[in-house]
């Protein structure tokens, strides 16, 4: 029998409490979140007293990383999980602060990635019933309708916390739904007393709690593809995201090589395939002609991709066979969408080019067809590295796109991690930083400017040991807030080097502009309302907020020793770097 003192000890022990708030950040804590990137408001004091009683206590908690503004927390949390694939947590301040990410949580969207966003909501109770019950005038004016409503339609998953009791559950269900394919951003919200409720600690299996497996190809899926890959006389690949998945790019390139077959980017998110192999063809984006590497193709397999075309400018002919192969095939949140695929799967593009690499293996491609295929891709690829060659020669007069990207391509080395967000310079960067590793250069898989800042610097945290490089433009610099991310990659000690290409304007909106009415008023006038001239002084800001090394370069011969300089200040000072390169009308 137990001893009187014994059960002394269980009943003080079945006592003790611990907060919701605790409860909260000990479930992100098991579930693998490293960072918190937080705007605290007031909606959460009890959050902000269990981070201050864990610091006390020494209590292991999630990094908390204080951003002054929500959009740049929601792109750090994008970053870091583009580079590791593991959610981190955004925290902001009820219906304001949510609707302050702004199209930071587009892109979190588009690009699938996972990220739990927390808001708290305006108190329940008004007369001090509760803890927490409202004692501010704003917890009237910010009591609405439907906080969870603003974000509905970008979440996998959002859902009220309306009890501590089950807070650890709550979370680790949403993170489970972030994680499982396709993935995507959570946002669950709490009022005050909620989070402020005594509940006993509750210690959860982690193994219990996983995102659901990777699909893979129904046998006859396998068989049909593999069997049309056998026959085809010039099979194409068209991808925009499958190198999320490292080894999926592997078995991209060695079912490529095998079988004799080329890939084409279409606005590619990550580096989908090597810029050096043979079977590379070159990404498309939006380029007012027809691409013709797809023109010619007779098969195409389209993987994970959201755009593998433009129909009004650029598609494969009209017999072309085609198969489309993606986690999310339906697109069922891009209400118009089609492809004319003949055959859709929905399954993890590793597994399904393993299952179709392993049919062809069993029954290979004609070894004359092979060698056929191999030969005609490897020129179409060796004819476009020469073209590249010569575009980046440096010019006479003012700095081109390409130039510069050339002379940051060759002072970074090949594993630093790339951010492109150049917007009318997509292609150029991509095809002058010429990535051979996955991993190494992403995009915002959206189109909401203003991600690469917050996301270098979650890049940063991700991998710190590795150089982080934005490429942007000058607009997309400005979308960024450069003064909230300067001022954090200071304090959190997140340097990277920042290249700002200064067209003194959006080039975009014209470019859209003069495509639909070629010959219009548009097309004649002078000033179309989208100009920066005079611009800021962009790398000024980046000093002011951050203490940023600051580049402001116009000629060509500068560019080269200012990019060793900035890389030097990056690498060897733990500072910042900005390059604002002003390049020549085009």
């Not at 079945?14 to 909260?24: G, N």
């Not at 959610?87 to 199209?103: E, I, P, R, S, W």
């Not at 009890?163 to 499982?180: D, E, K, P, W, Y």
């Not at 940023?548 to 060793?564: G, L, M, Q």
Request: net charge neutral; hydrophobic share 40%; proline share 7%.
């Amino acid at each position: 029998m137990s001893s009187p003192e014994a059960k002394g000890r269980a009943s003080v022990a079945a006592e003790i409490t611990v907060s919701a708030s605790a409860a909260f950040l000990e479930a992100l804590r098991e579930a693998g979140v490293a960072y918190i990137f937080a705007n605290f408001g007031s909606d959460h004091p009890g959050l902000i007293e269990a981070i201050a009683e864990a610091r006390a206590t020494g209590r292991t908690i999630p990094t908390i990383v204080t951003c002054p503004n929500e959009m740049v927390a929601l792109s750090c949390a994008q970053g870091y999980a583009q580079v590791t694939g593991r959610a981190q947590a955004v925290v902001v301040h009820v219906d304001c602060g949510t609707q302050a990410l702004g199209g930071a949580v587009h892109n979190a969207a588009r690009a699938r990635v996972p990220v739990l966003i927390y808001a708290g909501m305006s108190p329940a109770t008004q007369e001090g019933e509760r803890v927490g019950s409202r004692n501010e005038f704003i917890h009237w004016l910010q009591d609405v309708r439907d906080q969870r409503g603003i974000l509905r339609q970008y979440m996998k998953f959002d859902h009220e916390i309306r009890s501590g009791r089950n807070v650890g559950q709550i979370v680790r269900r949403a993170l489970q739904i972030a994680h499982s394919d396709p993935k995507g951003p959570v946002y669950l919200v709490a009022a005050r007393e909620a989070m402020e409720e005594p509940i006993r600690p509750v210690s959860a299996d982690m193994a219990r709690w996983q995102p659901i497996a990777p699909a893979p190809l129904p046998d006859e899926a396998a068989a049909r593809v593999a069997e049309a890959l056998t026959k085809a006389r010039r099979p194409l690949v068209v991808t925009s995201y499958l190198g999320r998945n490292p080894r999926a790019v592997e078995a991209l390139a060695a079912l490529c090589g095998a079988a004799g077959i080329g890939v084409l980017e279409s606005a590619p998110s990550c580096v989908n395939f090597p810029h050096d192999d043979e079977r590379y063809l070159g990404n498309q984006w939006n380029e007012p002609h027809q691409n013709p590497a797809l023109a010619e193709a007779d098969l195409v397999l389209v993987i994970d991709s959201d755009v593998p075309w433009i129909p009004a400018v650029s598609r494969p002919a009209e017999d072309a066979s085609i198969h489309h192969i993606d986690i999310d095939p339906l697109k069922d949140s891009i209400p118009l969408w089609y492809i004319g695929a003949q055959g859709v799967y929905r399954a993890d593009a590793e597994l399904a080019l393993r299952q179709i690499a392993e049919r062809l293996a069993k029954h290979p491609v004609p070894p004359g067809l092979r060698d056929d295929r191999l030969r005609h891709y490897a020129d179409m690829h060796h004819r476009r590295a020469q073209d590249l060659e010569r575009r980046e020669a440096a010019p006479a007069g003012a700095i081109s796109a390409e130039y510069l990207t050339a002379c940051v391509r060759r002072a970074i080395g090949e594993d630093a991690i790339v951010l492109n967000e150049g917007i009318t310079n997509y292609t150029v960067i991509c095809n002058h930083i010429a990535k051979t590793r996955p991993g190494t250069m992403f995009a915002s898989g959206g189109s909401s400017l203003g991600w690469s800042g917050g996301a270098a610097v979650g890049a940063k945290l991700a991998s710190p040991d590795s150089l982080v490089v934005s490429l942007t433009g000058d607009g997309s610099y400005m979308f960024s807030v450069p003064s909230t991310v300067h001022w954090m990659a200071r304090k959190y000690k997140t340097p990277f080097l920042q290249v700002i290409y200064n067209n003194r304007g959006w080039k975009a909106p014209r470019f859209s502009a003069l495509a639909v009415h070629p010959h219009g008023y548009a097309s004649r006038a002078n000033d179309l309302d989208i100009g920066f001239d005079p611009p800021p002084d962009y790398a000024q800001i980046a000093a002011a907020a951050g203490g940023a090394v600051a580049f402001t370069i116009k000629r060509p011969e500068e560019v080269a020793s200012s990019v060793a300089r900035a890389v030097r200040a990056v690498r060897e000072e733990g500072r910042c770097a900005v390059i604002d390169a002003w390049l020549g009308a085009g």
